[in-house]
T-cell receptor, first 112, second 113 residues
Framework: DQQVKQNSPSLSVQEGRISILNCDYT??????FLWYKKYPAEGPTFLIS?????DKNEDGRFTVFLNKSAKHLSLHIVPSQPGDSAVYFCAASYSGNTPLVFGKGTRLSVIA | GAGVSQSPSNKVTEKGKDVELRCDPISGHTALYWYRQRLGQGLEFLIY????????KSGLPSDRFSAERTGESVSTLTIQRTQQEDSAVYLCASSLDALHGAFFGQGTRLTVV
């Protein structure tokens, strides 16, 4: 049973536009959420996180939104750049002391 | 080094042989994770070490898989009697704790032939 779901395996966006990557979770105990970015042949790199006491966290072009009632979070990238093309993984944990549970990833392609 | 280091970067082994994968976490990181990614799949949790607590082994797929960690340093993941379905990229990550995000190594690509 997948606790963290990324239902879109791929997304294609034009350069300069907004990219919105979505993630749903089923375990209501999750209280910390993270986004990772992965290029081919590299390990995932941490992008941005949000705890359940917030509904928004912003870092430059990246903003993560959390809707606890819907058990949904999203990553917004604006403006999108070709270098953002990668696989994005959503991850969640609880109690700050549990392993991260990852979604299957969404491949983002930013077209120039 | 400054990051998480994994060795070897690539490993080709014959079915039935044992393999050992190594992870050097970032110094001072108490949490260490092993994940694997099979072709076209997401990140599959294997095992988690946090300080002196008993490791969370709930993700290990079979008793052929085991992992050790010496204190808060090096960890080794051992796969005995490898099978073709064990072929994957094995990723190690470390973090101060889950609240700080985990930093991943480059992974070990294991191919069982």
């Amino acid at each position: 049973d997948q606790q963290v779901k990324q239902n879109s395996p791929s997304l294609s966006v034009q350069e300069g536009r907004i990219s919105i990557l979505n993630c749903d979770y089923t375990n209501s105990m999750f209280d910390y959420f993270l986004w990772y970015k992965k290029y081919p042949a590299e390990g995932p790199t941490f992008l941005i996180s949000i705890s359940s006491i917030k509904d928004k966290n912003e870092d430059g072009r990246f903003t993560v939104f959390l809707n606890k009632s819907a058990k949904h979070l999203s990553l917004h990238i604006v403006p999108s750049q070709p270098g953002d093309s990668a696989v994005y993984f959503c991850a969640a944990s609880y109690s700050g002391n549990t392993p991260l549970v990852f979604g299957k990833g969404t491949r983002l392609s930013v077209i120039a | 080094g400054a990051g998480v280091s994994q060795s070897p970067s690539n490993k080709v082994t014959e079915k039935g042989k044992d393999v050992e994968l190594r992870c050097d976490p970032i110094s001072g990181h108490t949490a260490l994770y092993w994940y694997r990614q099979r072709l076209g799949q997401g990140l599959e949790f294997l095992i988690y070490f946090q300080g002196n607590s008993a490791p969370d082994k709930s993700g290990l797929p079979s008793d052929r898989f085991s992992a050790e960690r010496t204190g808060e340093s090096v960890s080794t993941l051992t796969i005995q009697r490898t099978q073709q379905e064990d072929s994957a990229v094995y990723l190690c990550a470390s973090s101060l704790d889950a609240l700080h995000g985990a930093f991943f190594g480059q992974g070990t690509r294991l191919t069982v032939v």
